[in-house]
């Protein structure tokens, strides 16, 4: 049932209102999350290299200490002695979302219903729901973005068992370029679980996607190639992300925007899980402290990096296999993969400059934003 009037509404209760919803739970804050699902399921892995605790930690299903990019000039095998590639399987994240909601005495998480119009009041706001008005003295809006970006990844992939033992579990293979089906950058990426268990995904960088026949035609190839044997297909995902310098919905003024919509996918990567972490940890702290929140969670300089990078894979695609094969073959052992968790230390923002071909990305930083 709705509790009618609230600190804190969170508008979507997916993997960024959630993340919220926890912190704040824990803190005793009374609030409601609103999600129109009315069940959760399995509907996705959300993998990343991990740099920073974050309260989702037991619900890794699996790490890797080691990585792959296959590019023009052949695999690039890199790994660390303590950062891990990891994923957090979307079941136990949701169970553990409602677990701590649950147990907390002023915290709601509301199924089945879908949240509307939000209006600002003397008090606060007041948002229309599918089961009445809710007032709130905090709106946090983390629903799905409705604005579609000009460019994107977008992706299909299965998780397979395979009759065969055809997968190496001690190596991801984040990157092997294809010709292109898109009008982008195309790649297959293999998360293997088990010699015989992985999920394979066909991706495109790109202005839209190459379309579900496409991508369906395409895994089935990729995953034929694995030479399998017979094999079951346990679950399906697909994804649309944003990668925009500055991507952000449509919102109201004075109300928090979180998760997609609220720009946190990396421009350059559209990885967002760990960028959501910190998004709801400078949220958590800015509630509790009364601090105004901050606008991006990206300073000028990296949304200066993410610009040129976006805008020498848009203008020239076919580049983009060898560059990020440069970044993958020349950046030191972990600065990488920290940026592309979204790390804004200068040291890690230096190396993977200076690990770029210098000319596509000084003709791109010339032109105007
Ligand atoms: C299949 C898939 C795999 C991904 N894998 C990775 C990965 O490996 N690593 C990574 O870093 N990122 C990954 N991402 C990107 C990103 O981390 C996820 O998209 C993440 O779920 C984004 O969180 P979010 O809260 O913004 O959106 P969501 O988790 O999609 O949550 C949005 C919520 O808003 C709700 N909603 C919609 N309309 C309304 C309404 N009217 N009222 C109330 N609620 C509403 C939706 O039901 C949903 O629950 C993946 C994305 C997808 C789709």
Not at 195 to 223: C, H, K, M, N, Q
Not at 334 to 340: G, K, N, P
Request: hydrophobic fraction near 40%; proline fraction near 8%.
């Amino acid at each position: 049932m709705l509790r009618p009037d609230v600190e804190i509404a969170i508008l979507g209760g997916g993997c960024a209102g959630l993340s919220l919803a926890v912190r704040l739970a824990a803190a005793g804050r009374s609030l409601c999350v609103i999600e129109p699902r009315v069940r959760y399921t399995d509907d996705r892995a959300w993998s990343f290299w991990r740099t920073a605790p974050d309260p989702f930690e037991d619900c890794v299903r699996a790490s890797w200490a080691g990585w792959d990019v296959t590019g023009p000039r052949g695999r690039v095998a890199r790994g660390s002695s303590h950062l891990r590639y990891q994923s957090v399987a979307a079941g136990p994240f949701y169970d553990r979302a409602q677990s701590v909601i649950a147990d907390a005495p002023s915290a709601d998480l509301v199924l089945g219903i879908s949240a509307g119009e939000v209006r600002k009041t003397a008090n606060g706001w007041q948002v229309e729901t599918d089961a009445g008005t809710l007032s709130a003295r905090q709106v946090v809006d983390a629903r799905s973005p409705r604005r579609t970006p000009g460019y994107g990844q977008f992706f299909l992939g299965r998780e397979i068992r395979t009759a065969r033992p055809v997968f190496d579990p001690a190596r991801v293979h984040l990157m092997q370029f294809r010709k292109a089906r898109s009008r982008g950058v195309d790649f297959v990426y293999t998360l293997p679980f088990a010699p015989d268990r992985a999920l394979v995904e066909v991706t495109s960088f790109a202005p839209e996607s190459p379309g579900r026949d496409v991508f369906a035609a395409w895994l089935e190839e990729e995953i034929a190639a694995f030479d399998p044997g017979d094999t079951e297909v346990l679950r399906e995902e697909r994804g649309a992300l944003p990668m925009e310098v500055g991507f952000s919905d449509f919102r109201r003024d004075g109300v928090i925007a979180i998760g997609l919509g609220g720009g946190a996918a990396r421009p350059s990567t559209g990885y967002a899980f760990t960028r959501i972490q910190r998004q709801a940890d400078l949220v958590a702290r800015a509630l509790d402290q009364g601090h105004d929140v901050p606008a991006s969670l990206d300073g000028p300089f990296s949304r200066f990096m993410d610009r040129v990078f976006l805008q020498v894979i848009q203008t020239v695609p076919d580049r983009g296999p060898a560059l990020f094969e440069s970044l993958f073959r020349n950046a030191p052992p972990d600065r990488l993969e920290r940026f592309l968790s979204g790390s804004t230390h200068p040291v890690d923002r230096l190396s993977v400059m200076t690990s770029l071909p210098t000319l596509p990305f000084l003709r791109a930083a010339l032109v105007p934003a």
